[in-house]
């Protein structure tokens, strides 16, 4: 369906998932395959170019990861980025050498050859000075910053290649063989501390791939909605609805392509936020028209959370008795063929390189597990999109930006932010907490510069005293952090002002409270999570 497609071929960098969104970014499509996959894959996807990302590597380690050197016989232009620059060398009969100096962070780059990939760049014409066998001559070079992180270095570039960039601590940071179309660097284009990046990688995608900038949201939809069409023909489609962005924009995207065919179920499981299961049936219900069943089964999930305090085992038992009451539901629905979940891009990459520890410290829920007793077949639409592209894909379906832009919100909900056992009235004083945060976040402005920002009921009671009388009440935690894939965070330098005004409303206004702590750590070594 793709005509113009870039594959990069993952190595283990930080940076790869950042490469295949830059060339997006360009609207050209661009996949991630991990370095082995086979070679037959990688002729079947057809890419019109290759970027061999970098990697934590050396190419002379015992366990090197190397590719199919048939990628090089291909005919097609080929670019490696940093660790993919050595390979390339490596494979094709350069050599490669440890750094004298290993270089990180920022470096000045002097441009030696501006005809194709590094054409057009706007850098800096600066006066060089350069001493050949003690005769000292100036001249002016194009001097651009990059962005450098390696140890090794190209020693010898293979027969055909000409060096097109140099710094002071690598001659070689750049090099093209013109004639096969095969390009490499030794930086990373693809980080923004890098001043031209994007026009590097736009110069490689376009003049020398010769790739036309066809991928864009609203052919996304147009092929996607007919795709869906031409797959569930008369059947019908479940989708369960969290609240979160994901779901949202998959049944929006599903219902755009089939109507009423498509029945979203939507649990309330007794820990969800304030006004949230109103909030998400009036979304879908009166601004779609959607076919939407919403269940409240909250007496269920707290019954079942009675006297659980372990965080793994909340996690368990909420997931599981999901799974019952979608099921109960779905079987109620007559023909119903599919299953539509929000499945995103970074969940289906099979290298390891996305997967953040978080991922495997804490169990989250998946619905997948529908799948075994129901017999349903799986219809993933936004398998394909990173998380910011399905914020614009949602703008393009027309939807509220109250929705896309909502913090991420876990599954198990209050559940992992109520410390100890779980039980209405504790749900009651977190959610009432939690709502006087998000507001007085939302307020002073800083919520779209937050990853999330949440309230946590402590499992200790302080001594207080309001009015004339002691008090014996529970403690809430804040939590409020920065970051920008959940991986990694920060907690966030909120005013005090506006600290003391969360504080003072919770303490007068939610009966059970008498204290409020800001939690200042970060992650890791903490998680944003408290459980
Ligand atoms: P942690 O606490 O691991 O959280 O730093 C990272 C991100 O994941 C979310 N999170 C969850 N999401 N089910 C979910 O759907 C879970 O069990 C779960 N635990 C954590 C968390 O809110 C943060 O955005």
């Given at each position: 369906?793709h ?20 060339v ?14 086979s ?9 019109k ?23 090089f016989?291909l ?9 993919g ?7 094709i ?19 030696d ?17 350069s ?41 070689v ?83 755009r ?42 007496k269920?999930?707290l ?18 008795e ?10 109620k ?11 995103l ?30 017999k ?5 639409p936004?398998?394909?999109l990173f998380?910011d ?33 779980v039980?209405?009235?504790?749900c ?6 939690d ?54 965070a920060?907690?966030?330098r ?21 204290r ?16």
């Amino acid at each position: 369906m793709h005509e113009e497609k870039i594959l990069v071929l993952d190595f283990g960098s930080q940076y790869t998932q950042l490469i295949a969104r830059r060339v997006r970014e360009s609207k050209v499509y661009s996949e991630i395959f991990p370095y082995n996959v086979s070679f037959d894959k990688i002729i079947s996807f057809s890419p019109k170019g290759i970027i061999l990302s970098g990697g934590p590597s050396s190419v002379y380690d015992k366990n090197a990861p190397l590719p199919d050197k048939r990628i090089f016989e291909l005919g097609i232009p080929v670019l490696g980025i940093c660790y993919g620059m050595q390979l390339m060398a490596y494979c094709i009969g350069g050599k490669v050498a440890k750094a004298a100096k290993r270089e990180y962070g920022r470096a000045e780059l002097i441009i030696d050859d501006d005809s194709d990939l590094l054409k057009g760049i706007k850098s800096e014409v600066r006066s060089q000075k350069s001493e050949v066998r003690g005769l000292v001559t100036r001249h002016s070079s194009l001097v651009t910053v990059v962005w450098m992180s390696h140890g090794d270095r190209i020693e010898e570039y293979p027969r055909g290649f000409k060096p097109i960039a140099h710094t002071d601590n690598s001659p070689v940071a750049a090099m093209a063989d013109k004639n096969r179309r095969f390009y490499a660097l030794q930086f990373h284009p693809e980080v923004v501390h890098t001043e031209h990046g994007s026009e590097i990688l736009r110069n490689f995608i376009f003049d020398i791939c010769k790739c036309k900038p066809e991928w864009t949201m609203k052919s996304f939809i147009e092929t996607t909605v007919e795709e869906i069409k031409n797959r569930v023909k008369n059947d019908k489609v479940v989708c369960a609805i969290s609240g979160g962005v994901d779901s949202a924009v998959t049944a929006v995207l599903m219902h755009r392509a089939i109507k009423k065919q498509l029945i979203c179920i939507f649990v309330d499981n007794g820990v969800l936020r304030t006004g949230e299961a109103k909030k998400v049936e009036n979304t879908l219900k009166k601004h779609f028209h959607m076919n939407i069943v919403c269940v409240d089964a909250s007496k269920r999930f707290l019954k079942k959370l009675k006297g659980v305090t372990d965080p793994e085992k909340k996690r368990k038992i909420i997931g599981n008795e999901f799974i019952r009451i979608f099921e109960e539901q779905a079987k109620k629905i007559k023909g119903v063929k599919y299953l539509a979940q929000g499945t995103l891009y970074p969940d289906v990459i099979e290298s390891t390189s996305f997967k953040g520890p978080s991922a495997t410290i804490k169990s989250h829920h998946n619905v997948g597990g529908l799948l075994k007793d129901m017999k349903l077949r799986l219809i993933e639409p936004l398998r394909e999109l990173f998380k910011d592209e399905v914020r614009i894909l949602g703008r393009e379906l027309g939807m509220p930006e109250e929705v896309l832009n909502r913090h991420p919100f876990p599954g198990p909900g209050l559940a992992i932010r109520i410390i100890g056992e779980v039980t209405e009235q504790r749900c009651g004083i977190l959610r009432k907490a939690d709502a006087i945060v998000l507001e007085e976040i939302k307020k002073s402005g800083l919520y779209n510069e937050l990853w999330q920002a949440f309230a946590v009921l402590l499992p200790i009671k302080t001594v207080g005293v309001m009015g004339d009388e002691r008090t014996y009440e529970n403690v809430v935690a804040l939590r409020a952090v920065k970051s920008v894939d959940g991986m990694t965070a920060d907690w966030a330098r909120i005013p005090y002002d506006i600290l003391g005004n969360i504080s003072n409303r919770i303490i007068n206004e939610v009966k059970g409270v008498n204290r409020v702590v800001f939690d200042i750590s970060s992650k890791p070594p903490s998680t944003i999570e408290w459980e």
